[in-house]
């Protein structure tokens, strides 16, 4: 496993923006896939977004056009981008590398007014 730190969580009104963060201190963005998955309470764990070592991303349907998945590998770090969110976006967003089986201690985001 390798430790994976995420940062950028917060309290934004619906259509507002957040950029989350995922550290890692190994270069594990440029060997393995990598993810976001989020968990609201009362519901399942939901893929977001996924990239490949070749930068190809992957998007749930319900985020489409409206977030993006993208890696720094100079940073060791994996971002996603979130704008125009929903309420139902609200959930706890952790991030993964399932070949390694590491996964961050999550962040919390909440989309009200």
């Known amino acids: 496993q390798v430790q994976l730190v995420e940062s950028g969580g917060g309290l934004v009104q619906p259509g507002g923006s957040l950029r989350l963060s995922c550290a890692s201190i190994?270069?594990?963005?440029?060997?393995?896939?990598a993810g976001w998955f989020r968990q609201a309470p009362g519901r399942q764990r939901e893929l977001v977004a996924t990239?490949?070592?070749?930068?190809?991303?992957t998007y749930t349907d319900s985020v489409k056009g409206r977030f993006t998945i993208s890696t720094d590998n100079a940073k060791k770090t994996m971002y996603l981008e979130m704008k125009s969110l929903k309420p139902e976006d609200s959930a706890i967003y952790y991030c993964?590398?399932?070949?390694?089986?590491?996964w961050g201690q999550g962040t919390q985001v909440t989309v009200s007014s």
């Open positions: 190994g270069d594990i963005f440029s060997k393995y896939t």
């Open positions: 990239i490949s070592i070749g930068g190809n991303p």
């Open positions: 993964m590398v399932p070949a390694t089986d590491s």
